[in-house]
């Protein structure tokens, strides 16, 4: 029975990976069919720390999974379809078929952006279209940008990028923003903002990369084109935690609460990155936390006296 089984396989759980191997603990790590986390799906990463010329996101993935492997870490590929966490040892089951037991669980599967749901979007991620303004924007110096959302992300995102960008348009479906006071008064005071009311977008134009958005009047239906280099998407991100809801406890939007570190409602069940971290979403702070919960699974542990 493995001492720890990390479930997910973005930077928190491999990081976490790492610190358990390193600590004899001889972890097992869930990586799904999809391995790799968020960053799979990004191209240049130029803000995480020791890679002063940028690293691709999967190269980066690739890279910190053969680290948590050679300090003896065994992955699973396949994805947790059920778990119990009523009594130790904690039980997981992979792909309805394959049960697994643990002493301890890590889990870190991460948080999915919220996207528009268009077929350009997809193809275009990573080649202007994004969902983080402090991962990306630095790429659009100089450049003309489109952001879709009308809450405090959306704003922070916007004022953000006004660092880099000439033009910032925000897209949004209604006439009032749903974003706080502060936020709504700091967007419309910066004069690089400017707002598209009563908006969808329609489409994502661009072969190669993106080149403009096609927009649609909620009120009119009239369509129109307006010409960017980039499109950010800050209409939210949703946790994956539904396969954990009734086992640990979670906030309104479905983050898992945390204690003491990383720590759940559950003794001995420890959650890390985006899971849990609905403020900060970087790959740094997910590394981050996926360490501090491999230090409590040990120290947790050897106060069972099972290590």
Same mark, same amino acid.
């Given at each position: 029975?493995?001492?720890?089984?990390?479930?997910?396989?973005?930077?928190?759980?491999?990081?976490?990976?790492?610190?358990?191997?390193?600590?004899?603990?001889?972890p097992?790590?869930?990586?799904?069919?999809?391995?790799?986390?968020?960053?799979?799906?990004?191209t240049?990463?130029?803000?995480?720390?020791?890679?002063?010329?940028?690293?691709?996101?999967?190269?980066?993935?690739?890279?910190?999974?053969?680290?948590?492997?050679?300090?003896?870490?065994?992955?699973?590929?396949?994805? $947790? &379809?059920? *778990?119990?966490? =009523?009594y130790?040892?904690?039980?997981?089951? !992979?792909?309805? +078929? %394959?049960t697994?037991?643990a002493?301890?669980?890590i889990?870190?599967?991460?948080?999915?952006?919220?996207?528009?749901?268009?077929?350009?979007?997809?193809?275009?991620?990573?080649?202007?279209v994004?969902?983080?303004?402090?991962?990306?924007?630095?790429?659009?110096?100089?450049?003309?940008?489109?952001?879709?959302?009308?809450?405090?992300?959306?704003?922070?995102?916007?004022?953000?990028?006004?660092?880099?960008?000439?033009? $910032? &348009?925000? *897209?949004?479906? =209604?006439?009032?923003?749903?974003?706080?006071? !502060?936020?709504? +008064? %700091?967007?419309?005071?910066?004069?690089?903002?400017?707002?598209?009311?009563?908006?969808?977008?329609?489409?994502?134009?661009?072969?190669?990369?993106?080149?403009g958005?096609r927009?649609?009047?909620t009120?009119?239906?009239?369509?129109?084109e307006?010409?960017c280099?980039?499109?950010?998407?800050?209409?939210?991100?949703?946790?994956?935690?539904?396969?954990?809801?009734?086992?640990?406890?979670?906030?309104?939007?479905?983050?898992?609460?945390?204690?003491?570190?990383?720590?759940?409602?559950?003794?001995?069940?420890?959650?890390?990155?985006?899971?849990?971290?609905?403020?900060?979403?970087?790959a740094?702070?997910?590394?981050?936390?996926?360490?501090?919960?491999?230090?409590?699974?040990?120290?947790?542990?050897?106060?069972?006296?099972?290590?």
């Open positions: 029975m493995p001492n720890v089984v990390i479930i997910g396989s973005g930077p928190a759980g491999l990081t976490a990976a790492i610190y358990a191997a390193r600590a004899n603990l001889s097992l790590l869930v990586e799904g069919w999809q391995s790799g986390g968020q960053l799979t799906t990004t240049e990463v130029e803000n995480y720390p020791g890679f002063a010329k940028g690293i691709m996101g999967p190269e980066l993935m690739k890279e910190m999974r053969s680290q948590a492997e050679r300090f003896g870490t065994e992955f699973l590929t396949g994805d $947790v &379809s059920s *778990v119990n966490f =009523r130790q040892p904690f039980s997981l089951t !992979i792909d309805e +078929e %394959r697994v037991e002493k301890t669980i889990i870190a599967t991460g948080a999915s952006a919220i996207q528009i749901g268009l077929p350009n979007e997809k193809r275009l991620t990573g080649h202007g994004s969902t983080c303004a402090t991962c990306d924007g630095f790429f659009f110096r100089g450049k003309e940008l489109v952001v879709v959302g009308g809450g405090d992300s959306a704003m922070e995102e916007a004022t953000f990028l006004t660092k880099f960008a000439t033009k $910032v &348009s925000i *897209v949004h479906r =209604r006439d009032k923003l749903r974003a706080s006071k !502060i936020m709504q +008064e %700091r967007a419309m005071k910066n004069e690089k903002i400017s707002f598209l009311w009563n908006s969808v977008v329609d489409d994502i134009l661009g072969t190669d990369v993106v080149t958005v927009l649609k009047n009120a009119t239906g009239k369509v129109s307006v010409g280099a980039g499109v950010f998407v800050a209409i939210g991100h949703r946790p994956n935690t539904a396969l954990f809801h009734g086992h640990v406890d979670m906030d309104e939007k479905g983050y898992i609460r945390t204690h003491a570190g990383t720590a759940t409602s559950v003794s001995g069940v420890f959650a890390a990155g985006d899971v849990h971290d609905s403020t900060y979403r970087q740094v702070t997910a590394a981050g936390t996926g360490c501090m919960a491999a230090i409590d699974a040990e120290r947790f542990l050897e106060a069972m006296g099972q290590h």
